[in-house]
């Protein structure tokens, strides 16, 4: 790597660490400013333009970027678990890094909805074809449409009950911080625990109702790799 070339993804790293940080301190998307993100990244204007043609791009890439570091972080299900290993382990990881992050991610899909939520899905999708026990069964279904489609409808029905969830939550954070609440620290602590407990359970059999796939097919195909 050159000289400029280092200099060149130091600058685009310090852009995407300087948007992060401002998001996660609570500064609205909407009134997010390059001013604002080039003084925090300490790089010049025109270095940003190198990079993104606005603020959303840049929003855009740090989501997928922080995205990427959760799944990163999911603790290893082994390497041929069943599906209720695979999705009380890995979901529940998942949505809790989501939770951690709620703001950032709200910020994020609320500043470029369409294009973020378009890469996001198929993302997910590969992770589901690659990653995931419904792979397999993915592939084998017969039919017009390709696996890759059948996967990227799953994922898009996962994200919209996800972002719904992500929206909601921050109705009740709303409501718990309103001077009439009485609900404890550790009463919210329950709830979201709950609350991604309730929807781990609701996207598993979403993912194989929608799919056409059942725990017992699963089950069987994990037997089968094993002997293969």
């Known amino acids: 790597m050159t000289q400029e070339d280092a200099r060149f993804v130091r600058s685009r790293a310090a852009l995407v660490a300087a948007v992060v940080?401002?998001?996660?301190?609570?500064?609205?998307?909407?009134?997010?400013?390059?001013?604002?993100?080039?003084?925090?990244?300490?790089?010049?204007?025109?270095?940003?333009?190198?990079?993104?043609?606005?603020?959303?791009?840049?929003?855009?890439?740090?989501?997928?970027?922080?995205?990427?570091?959760?799944?990163?972080?999911?603790?290893?299900?082994?390497?041929?678990?069943?599906?209720?290993?695979?999705?009380?382990?890995?979901?529940?990881?998942?949505?809790?890094?989501?939770?951690?992050?709620a703001p950032f991610y709200r910020a994020a899909l609320e500043s470029s909805f369409g294009l973020l939520t378009g890469d996001i899905i198929a993302y997910l999708a590969t992770r589901l074809l690659e990653s995931s026990p419904l792979g397999p069964v993915i592939r084998r279904r017969h039919g017009p449409d390709t696996p890759q489609d059948r996967a990227e409808f799953l994922a898009a029905g996962a994200m919209w009950h996800v972002t719904r969830w992500l929206f909601a939550a921050a109705q009740v954070a709303a409501e718990a911080d309103a001077p009439a609440a009485t609900?404890?620290?550790?009463?919210?602590?329950?709830?979201?625990?709950?609350?991604?407990?309730?929807?781990?359970?609701?996207?598993?059999?979403?993912?194989?109702?929608?799919?056409g796939a059942t725990v017992a097919e699963l089950d069987a195909l994990r037997v089968e790799h094993a002997r293969s």
Do not use: C, N
């Open 21 to 101: 940080e401002l998001l996660d301190e609570g500064t609205d998307a909407a009134q997010l400013s390059i001013t604002d993100i080039v003084g925090r990244a300490g790089v010049s204007r025109p270095t940003f333009y190198k990079h993104f043609d606005d603020t959303a791009a840049l929003i855009r890439e740090a989501a997928l970027r922080r995205l990427q570091s959760a799944f990163d972080r999911i603790p290893s299900v082994g390497d041929d678990p069943s599906w209720p290993t695979f999705v009380r382990g890995t979901l529940r990881a998942l949505l809790g890094e989501l939770a951690a992050d």
């Open 183 to 211: 609900t404890t620290t550790a009463g919210t602590a329950a709830d979201a625990r709950a609350s991604i407990d309730e929807l781990v359970e609701r996207l598993s059999s979403l993912l194989l109702a929608s799919s």
